[in-house]
């Protein structure tokens, strides 16, 4: 938890952003998993949590945009609660610890919001996207669940957007912390990257890493020798030498802020001559994103100018031909890199994504591009300082997209389908990096780089 005045500046610069009305916003709750005293491990509301500090379940924001009040609703442990979890702190205490002098048990909400209805007064309230909240919501203002969405406030949206968006100096030193976690993960990956091992060891070996700071994982662990696949959760193989291992992984600090990192690297430790030449181009990609990176530079021209490196080295292969600007014009590149270059990264792995990537990502200037591949960027917009994204460029041989493509002769001018069928086994390379942009360009995040050049990944394995 920060300072009470680091929570009490942010809910001011919310209230100012905001016309009228009273906003709210509902913490988590405990989530059962196989019965209703067997909770998963809690996580809070990156947003309560961003404005009211509590990392506990249970609670719930209001502020008055026009009294300028601000409520922290929840009840104080009783006796059965306290045998069970030991003793808790007052409500009225952990109020002030971020600054709130009204308190209230979680029951007076209802009578406020009443109130505030009964006046005609707006309610504005974030997307939930927990059925818990939503029924909270649906009984608190009458909305069903099912159309609540559509009457989130896109003030408020946009309100917490602009703010969450630019991360304080105390979040930065969260977020390293985190890309600490993250860098002791993927080493540890990177040394238990031997054939006969079994991928679920060393996932789990890592997530255990998280587990042993106290944090947890910012999201499921991706490990696989199958780094075509996206998002692969699939750990039941052994690993193969020869083959490439790659690790999408981070950690959340105690205060959940996170990093996201992937490496990939050759099982048993050396890369052969077809993956090393892969592979310096997606770090040439990497690298890129970092020269040009800066405030002012819309990610999206980033993602641009990266897929036009990527290109460019395909074309030296013979993998791709022809004209390299007209092959991203036409987006023949995204056969090999079906996703965007990042996204914006903080309290989430993919800050913010509940408010809707829209406007997130995006702004009323730079709109999402519908083309396959690039309408998978999630940060388009410009950058600013104190913008925390990550950059994962990646390059991958999806045998079934090739099929697909090669059967509808999708973008043959510029893709050498005969030279593209013979990396059908190859699998797939991610390179990502967390990084800050400052005043006058970027920086990685992160006190040491996780290794990342060819002769830093095979030294460090060796
Ligand atoms: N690193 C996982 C993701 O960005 O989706």
């Known amino acids: 938890m920060f300072e009470a005045s680091v929570y009490k500046n942010r809910r001011k610069e919310l209230k100012e952003r905001v016309w009228e009305g009273l906003i709210l916003l509902p913490g988590n709750g405990d989530a059962s998993s196989n019965y209703p005293a067997n909770a998963y491990r809690f996580r809070q509301d990156s947003s309560f949590l961003y404005f009211f500090g509590l990392n506990m379940p249970g609670f719930a924001g209001v502020l008055d945009v026009d009294s300028g009040k601000e409520y922290l609703f929840g009840n104080d442990v009783d006796i059965d609660d306290i045998i069970w979890m030991g003793p808790q702190p007052k409500v009225k205490e952990l109020g002030a610890r971020v600054g709130i002098t009204h308190t209230r048990p979680f029951a007076k909400l209802t009578e406020l919001l009443k109130e505030a209805i009964a006046a005609g007064r707006k309610i504005h309230f974030l997307p939930p996207y927990r059925y818990r909240n939503m029924q909270l919501l649906e009984d608190l203002l009458g909305i069903h669940h099912a159309v609540l969405k559509q009457y989130a406030s896109l003030e408020l949206v946009q309100a917490v957007v602009s703010l969450r968006s630019v991360k304080e100096a105390c979040e930065i030193e969260e977020i390293t912390r985190a890309c600490n976690i993250g860098y002791e993960m993927h080493t540890a990956a990177m040394k238990n990257c031997r054939p006969g091992v079994k991928e679920q060891y060393v996932a789990g070996l890592i997530e255990g890493i998280a587990n042993s700071y106290g944090s947890m994982v910012s999201f499921p662990v991706i490990l696989s020798q199958n780094g075509e696949t996206l998002h692969n959760h699939d750990h039941s193989q052994i690993l193969q030498k020869g083959r490439l291992m790659l690790t999408d992984a981070g950690a959340e600090a105690v205060s959940v802020y996170c990093s996201d990192f992937t490496r990939t690297v050759p099982v048993g430790g050396k890369f052969s ?63 090999f890199l079906p996703h965007g270059l990042g996204h914006m990264m903080g309290l989430d792995v993919h800050d913010m ?89 970027c920086r990685l995040l992160g006190d040491k780089r996780v290794p990342i050049t060819v002769k830093e990944v095979e030294d460090f394995m060796g």
């Open 273 to 335: 001559t077809r993956q090393k030449d892969i592979y310096n181009i997606v770090l040439r990609c990497n690298n890129r994103a970092l020269e040009v990176a800066r405030p002012g530079v819309t990610y999206l021209s980033v993602h641009l100018e990266v897929c036009k490196v990527l290109a460019q080295g395909l074309k030296e292969l013979g993998l791709m031909k022809g004209d390299t600007d007209a092959a991203i014009s036409a987006g023949a590149h995204a056969l």
């Open 353 to 441: 994504e509940d408010l809707g990537q829209i406007h997130v990502g995006y702004d009323e200037e730079i709109r999402p591009v519908p083309q396959f591949g690039t309408a998978s960027l999630r940060m388009g917009r410009r950058l600013a300082p104190g913008f925390v994204v990550t950059d994962e460029p990646g390059c991958y041989f999806i045998p079934a997209l090739i099929d697909q493509w090669r059967q509808q002769g999708l973008h043959k001018e510029f893709l050498n389908y005969d030279k593209i069928e013979t990396f059908k086994d190859f699998g797939g390379i991610r390179l990502e990096d967390d990084v800050l942009i400052t005043e006058d360009g």
